[in-house]
């Protein structure tokens, strides 16, 4: 199974971008994707994730500019950010956890490669 994101770049502070994350390869169900961030010299964070059936949880930090949305059916995530803030400049990272395999019982957790946001001020 591999996470191919896609939508990163540059933008001026304020403005928005769409990252996507598409899964591939055998799947036959994730439970949990989200999305994670980590700026120059800190950790790795959570951003927001997003379960099956739709419910999704936020950091404080991004809470009514950012919009996790997710499609079943194509297995792909999207993050909406909006108004964004030199803060938000980091490598954003896709990930699936819960991720099976059909014929499998064992879950694995899936990452992507990264893709960078950076918002100039």
């Known amino acids: 199974v591999q996470l191919v994101e896609s939508g990163g770049g540059l933008v001026q502070a304020g403005g928005s971008l769409r990252l996507s994350c598409a899964a591939s390869?055998?799947?036959?169900?994730?439970?949990?994707m989200g999305w994670y961030r980590q700026a120059a010299g800190k950790q790795r964070e959570l951003v927001a994730r997003?379960?099956?059936?739709?419910?999704?949880n936020y950091a404080d930090s991004v809470k009514g500019r950012f919009t996790i949305a997710r499609d079943n059916e194509q297995n792909t995530i999207y993050l909406q950010m909006s108004r964004l803030q030199s803060e938000d400049t980091a490598v954003y990272y896709c990930n699936a956890d819960g991720v099976r395999a059909p014929f499998e019982v064992r879950f694995r957790e899936v990452w992507g490669q990264g893709t960078l946001v950076t918002v100039s001020s």
């Open positions: 997003i379960s099956k059936d739709g419910s999704a």
């Open positions: 390869g055998s799947i036959a169900s994730i439970n949990t």
